[in-house]
């Protein structure tokens, strides 16, 4: 990863502070984890974040935009697998709060 001047980025270490989130308009999403350096889930380009959270040091939940309205999906970073929990519609914003830690 190339640092610059990042503008809206946002990093969320996991509750065992071995790996980080990392999530924005002007980068990638990734999890990068902190002893190896190397990424250890790569979100699509066309995915947008709007929240995430750890749910356990090897899940994460995060929030992204769908067709209409949001989408809730569990990441689980051993597996590399990504399932949908939930999918949320209705004007406004939503809130989203994780076990583990926020973002």
């Known amino acids: 990863m190339e640092p610059g001047e990042f503008i809206d980025v946002e990093g969320c270490l996991s509750p065992d502070g071995s790996s980080i989130a990392l999530f924005g308009s002007e980068i990638l ?3 990068v984890s902190l002893t ?3 990424v250890v889930h790569e979100f699509g ?3 947008q974040i709007d929240a995430i ?3 356990s040091s090897e899940q994460l939940v ?4 769908a067709e209409e309205g949001r989408l809730l999906q569990v990441i689980d970073l051993p597996s590399g697998t990504e399932s949908d ?5 209705g004007l406004g914003s939503w809130w989203m709060t994780a076990s583990g830690s926020n973002c």
């Open 29 to 31: 999403d990734v999890v």
């Open 36 to 38: 190896s350096g190397d």
């Open 45 to 47: 380009p066309d995915v």
């Open 53 to 55: 959270g750890w749910v």
């Open 62 to 65: 995060i929030q992204l935009a």
């Open 85 to 89: 929990i939930a999918s949320l519609s």
